[in-house]
């Protein structure tokens, strides 16, 4: 059982980072679609440093680089060039993908080094949760840690504040002398680097070689993750195990001889993504976290 | 820092010249990075970009791929141009396969020739309806049709596998996920050149390509609901002043890009497949997306932005061969290409200034 | 023991501000003065250049010529920042405010170093008791009303501690308790010290409320008033001004014989967002070949009333609105230019017109169903080709001045696209014909144009419904007479009756029995 819970954990650390990063940009009102590509690109970075240098550490830090080179990209196209935001999106991850894939050919067949497990002394001993939890790797860590930061960062900080302005009122935020563009692209360069943390993650830890495509599509489960979450970073934990759990949740009822058929578990996380849109599309209070009203829209300043 | 300022009188030839440039632009960069990476630059552009059109059937090929693109893209066209975001076109095109295949396999022993003209039906309505979702959940509760889209499309992908494997599963498949082949009056047949013969893998479903982009130019150009779109698309406001709904033209375009899709779909497996399997698109519904950029969401550039692409698509296929380079590379050029592509939509109508500090007037 | 007197300086002199735009000089040789601890008001119409000064005045534009001077000394105004350091500070008409955000928070934002947002919540409870402008500091500001969200602004002013609070329109989108809750506040502000600068064009408001008035008109100061010892009339007179004496008025009278071709009737239209302005109970007829002008200062309803009257916006009562004595009040705009009704909606680029179509395209945009034949299958079959030979003789017949024979239309000036649009719906023959701000931004020889082209088709027969805030346009082209102020038409007077002393107290505000003319029917109620 703790072997499922723990296989449940690992798939969703880059799920988790990848999602936190994608909420942050959102919520200064930009999409980038182009998550599975900036993820990607931190797989490959991360490890070609470690097979590179032979030290899993280095993974890391040209992982998130990798990411925010990529998210980089993507703003000087989407924010300063004010172009449409989803093509943009989709144009960084088509070409993140290839690129990658281009990178990554002289890589294959060689195995690297994985982050090795830090153990939290004294928290480690609690039963089960001690194993689960306190006996992971860096990233690991690291993933809750940037949750927990994001949290208080949008709740308790002015950079928060001013970066949720930003995404409810761009002109407002404009018009009081805030730089639309600056928060814009510090806010998608930090998605950049959560998405390359979350690709790192997969060599690094879950999967030691590189395989084109070795993200399977996490990108986009996050993108559904940030709005299954209404972007809140909190949420985003809770839909990571669940998108996460179904996944494991499939083998097991596989092998257990379930009636119902696994692929209808697994759509129903996408369908109730559409069903929480539709609810927070309908509210008209805004105490309830609705989508950020500058979601997508390019911001032309003097309109 | 780079600041943008309208121009106050955007030159038509910008519009013609733009993706030209992009194009340009496109093949130095990916030349430099292959360069980059250790690869040897002219060998894979004469890959990617000449090989395809070295040999007939290889032509025939490159059509045959840039068939789905075409009519996917065509119905993208009209949504886009109307403002709505649909990038589900992935999901509709996955119904429209599903929902033929599904009726096709009702009538295992028919020969009847309404088989193929009824798939094409229930793939456009089934393409349609998917569609519809979005439709519905924009315009009664405002939700956003780019996330609404892209989630179905998931579900559709889940969908489809769920069915393969379970109750359109053919017993005889030795464990295989497939259905039984559909009867040969479902299957599009190959299609010969008088003179030449069959070349490739050429299909009759590739006239319908061809044939439905000058309709939907004619569409777009010549009918009234192609005005609205356009009109909607451009400004609203005047739109109603005129008297048109956005409502309905919000529906309408989904249900038409919808039904394209799922049209797309159909033919795609009708004529290289002859079954349904739990893959049956390979990202066709993204690349449409820009092809429909590509082609300045003109009806009538579809079909040389669809060449375009499906040529770099086949030249990637080569490049593995002949060079060792992975197919997924393909997607560097086309990735470069929309952003190029995408800064020229937006330097056609602001240009560049370099700002120092905030200019006061 | 006695006081010595200290003769208090000005907290703002404005000497010579002169400000232009082109050709175009928004102030001309502005001399202002602004004592300490008063409520002065800025009065004047669209386009006098009150906007222009008061930009100046927060440090958005600097004047060309002629200086600032701040509590006795010369003061340069860079920005909002160094004009909120200064102690200025304003509040738009249309807010800055974030709806998802909460109070506290919108507040804290526009700080230029905030507290921590629980002591920012403590001095907000504190101010919003202080001066009575109860707000909850947690409430997200999407939920409030539009008087409570102003209160949100007016105590991002009030926390930075200002001497000057200036206030454009505040009242356009309050309802009469609340502005008079926020007189309170403004009259315990300038107790405390706090000067307030009022902008509107509201009379018995700046007469109720303040102390001085300055009145602008065409970019000068045209005088400074007491209200308390001058009167709505005098302060109308300047605000319009003697050059009404001068032009060119309408010399027909009011043909009440001619049959009545259009009518509306107790037309009421709430307000749909925050800055609209509701519509209520209007009434009025348009007879045969008379021009109906309907004046006012722009932000009083007619965009709104436009809609009605065009179809984009639906009565509930489809007899609100009557055509030939047939209920249209919920017919689409196509079905009303079917009835031979044409539209010239204010706003030529992006709602009369399509700026990126080409002009054939934009007569299709109202011509569609003149040029398809009937059947659906042919109606769906229209297109803009069809316009051709229409558009041709439009640009013949108007003298739009083109490029080539089928530009885009942004590529025609204003005047000429104006005259295009005005075209296209002359050559229709209409039998009613609503305009909305034709001349404006238009140059003087394609706007003669248009008002002999509306003379014009007013002796063919058809009525005609001008909105316009331009009172020398209303008086040369009018018949009878409305004025709009807040959502209120007053009762059509006969244009021969009215002074523009008369229109100007409307336009202010005042109610039809305050005025010289004897009006059709008494009785407006508020």
Sequence with gaps: MSALLLTVLATSIPLLLAATGELITERSGVLNLGVEGMMLMGAVAALAAVLYTGNPYTGILTGALAGMAAALIFAFFAVTLMTNQVATGLALTIFATGFSGLAGAPLVGKTAASLPPLSIPLLDQIPIIGELFFHQDILFYMAFALIMATSLFLRNSRGGMILRAVGDNHDSAHALGYSVQKVRWMAVAFGGICAGLGGAYIPLVLTPHWSEGMTAGRGWIALALVVFASWIPYRIVIGALIFGGITIMQLAGQARGWAVPSQVLSMLPYLATILALVLMSMRSSSSFITVPACLGKPFHPGN | MIKLSPRTNPSPWLSVLSPVIAIIATLVMGALIFTLLGYNAGESLYQFFISPLSRLDRISDLVVKACPLIIIALGLVFCYRANIWNIGAEGQFILGALAAGAFALQFPDTTSPLLLPMMVLVAMIAGAAWAAIAALCKTLFNANEILVTLMLSYVAALLIDVMVRGPLRDPMAFGFPLTPMYPDAGLITRMPIPGVGYLGQLHYGVLIAFILAPIAWWLMHRTLPGFQVRVIGSAPRAGRFAGFSSVRTTIGVLLFSGAMAGLAGMIEVSANIGQLQPNVSFGYGFTAIIVAFLARLNPLGVIAAGLLIAMAELGGDNAQIALGIPKVVTGLFKGILLFFLLAGATLQHYKIEWASRKARS | ?526
């Design chain 3, 1 to 526: 023991m006695a006081q010595k007197k200290q003769p208090k300086i000005p907290l703002l002199e404005a000497r010579g501000i002169t400000k232009s735009f082109g050709d175009f000089t928004a102030n001309d040789a502005v001399n202002f003065t602004l004592e300490q601890g008063t409520i002065h008001a800025l009065l004047g119409e669209n386009g006098a250049g009150k906007s222009t000064f008061v930009k100046m005045l927060y440090g958005v534009l600097s004047p060309d010529q002629g200086q600032f001077i701040w509590d006795g000394k010369a003061a340069s105004i860079a920005s909002p920042k160094a004009a909120r350091a200064m102690g200025i500070a304003m509040v738009f008409q249309h807010f800055s405010l974030f709806p998802a955000l909460s109070v506290a928070e919108n507040i804290a934002l526009a700080l230029d170093d905030a507290p921590s947002l629980k002591d920012l919540s403590v001095r907000i409870r504190e101010a919003s008791e202080r001066w009575g402008l109860a707000i909850d500091p947690d409430r997200p500001v999407g939920d409030l009303s539009v008087g409570e969200q102003q209160r949100v602004e007016i105590l991002r002013c009030l926390l930075q501690d200002p001497k000057l609070l200036i206030m454009d329109e505040p009242t356009s989108v309050l309802t009469p308790q609340e502005s008079e809750r926020l007189f309170d506040v403004l009259r315990r502000l300038a107790k405390e010290g706090c000067a307030v600068l009022y902008i509107s064009h509201k009379l018995d408001e700046i007469m109720a409320l303040t102390s001085k008035a300055t009145i602008l008109r065409g970019g000068k100061n045209v005088g400074d008033v007491t209200p308390a010892k001058s009167s709505t009339r005098a302060m109308a007179e300047l605000m319009v001004g003697e050059k009404v004496d001068w032009i060119e008025r309408q010399t027909n009278g009011a043909n009440t014989k001619a049959p009545v071709v259009f009518s509306v009737s107790q037309l009421s239209r709430p307000a749909d967002t925050a800055f609209a302005t509701a519509l209520k109970s209007i009434s009025f007829d348009v007879h045969e070949g008379e021009i109906l002008g309907i004046a006012g200062i722009s932000g009083n309803g007619q965009d709104e009333l436009t809609e009605a009257l065009t179809g984009e916006w639906l009565c509930p009562d489809a007899n609100q609105i009557s055509f030939q004595s047939q209920p249209i009040g919920r017919f689409t705009p196509h079905a009303r230019r079917r009835l031979a009704i044409e539209m010239v909606p204010e706003e030529r680029n992006g709602h009369a017109a399509v700026t990126d179509m080409t002009l054939v395209e934009n007569t299709f945009l109202t011509h569609f169903e003149r040029v398809t034949e009937d059947g659906f299958i042919n109606k769906m079959q229209g297109h803009p080709a069809l316009c051709e030979e229409i558009t041709a003789s439009i640009i013949k017949n108007h003298d739009v001045r083109t490029p080539h024979h089928n530009p885009m239309a942004r590529q025609l000036s204003g005047g000429n696209l104006q005259k295009f649009i005005m075209g296209r719906s002359l050559i229709t023959a209409p039998r009613l014909m609503i305009v909305a701000q034709p001349t404006w931004g238009v140059d003087v020889g394609a706007a003669t144009m248009i008002r002999r082209n509306l003379l014009a088709l007013a002796d063919q027969g058809c009525g005609i419904i001008l909105i316009s805030q331009d009172l020398e346009e209303i008086f040369s082209l009018s018949t009878r007479i409305a004025v709009l102020n807040a959502g209120h038409l007053s009762p059509p007077q006969s244009a021969i009756d009215l002074t523009a002393e008369d229109v100007g107290l409307l336009m202010g505000g005042a109610r039809a029995s305050q005025t010289h003319a004897p009006s059709a029917f008494e009785g407006e109620q508020a």
